[in-house]
């Protein structure tokens, strides 16, 4: 079956310290895949999109990398803040024409 | 300011009262989208239209009702609510087709008693 697989568990790291998140996907060949954060109570926002052929993206303190091999993106946050804290979300787009597929969401603790 | 607006941001009903969630966005985007988002499920889409008077089915869209007279709003309808219709529902509109990012409404928390 299709499936997007993100952190199940929390994920705490201490302030300063580098968080990395991880989606996972199986059966999909997906033209790009895009990151949200979302905290509680509010909707997501997008944070970053990156295409397929493209290996790595950046912007300020995120990164965001593309392994279409691994069939696996990750998503790192450096110098990670207690601002960071929030659930982020992946989404791939799985018909090439805007159709979303959404993880489940990685929750990020960052303690100061 | 760019935005979604949803209204209302609660609503508690009882099973069989029609309802409807407002969802306006003023970007002047083509796209609009409902999700639902239960937790261990994420996000799923319900309906999403590419523009006025085009909508279509996501992958759970039994139960509800959707309509694009104009294309700045898109509302919700429960025709008759059931308690698993209970979720946080959220709107979200983007440009056109394609690979563009989802600009999301703050959400509908939705209790069916």
């Known amino acids: 079956s299709q499936k997007i697989e993100q952190n199940s568990e929390a994920l705490n790291i201490q302030e300063g ?15 790009y895949l895009q990151w949200y954060r979302q905290d509680p109570g509010r909707g997501p926002v997008f944070l970053l999109l ?8 950046r ?10 091999t691994l069939k696996q993106s990750l998503f790192h946050i450096t110098a990670s803040q207690p601002a960071d804290s929030a659930t982020y ?12 597929i959404f993880g489940q969401g990685t929750e990020l603790s960052v303690k100061p | 300011e760019a935005q979604v607006t949803q209204n209302p ?6 099973t069989g009262k029609k309802l409807t969630v407002t969802c306006s966005q003023n970007m002047n985007h083509e796209y609009m989208s409902w999700y639902r988002q239960d937790p261990g499920l994420g996000l799923r889409q319900i309906y999403y239209s590419m523009n006025v008077e085009v909508t ?18 898109f509302p919700l309808i429960l025709e008759s609510p059931s308690p698993n219709q209970t979720s946080l529902y959220f709107c979200a509109s983007r440009v056109g ?3 563009g990012k989802l600009f999301f409404g703050s959400g509908t928390q939705l209790s069916v008693l």
């Open chain 1, 17 to 31: 310290k580098t968080a990395t998140l991880t989606c996972n996907y199986t059966n999909y060949s997906p033209a």
């Open chain 1, 50 to 57: 990156i295409r397929e052929n493209e290996k790595e993206k």
């Open chain 1, 59 to 68: 912007k300020e303190r995120l990164k965001v990398t593309f392994d279409t």
């Open chain 1, 89 to 100: 979300l992946c989404a791939l787009d799985i018909n090439g024409r805007g159709k979303l």
């Open chain 2, 9 to 14: 941001r609660y609503l508690i009903t009882v």
């Open chain 2, 56 to 73: 279509d089915k996501g992958d759970v869209p039994e139960g509800y009702k959707v309509s694009r007279k104009e294309k700045r709003n």
């Open chain 2, 97 to 99: 087709q394609g690979a």
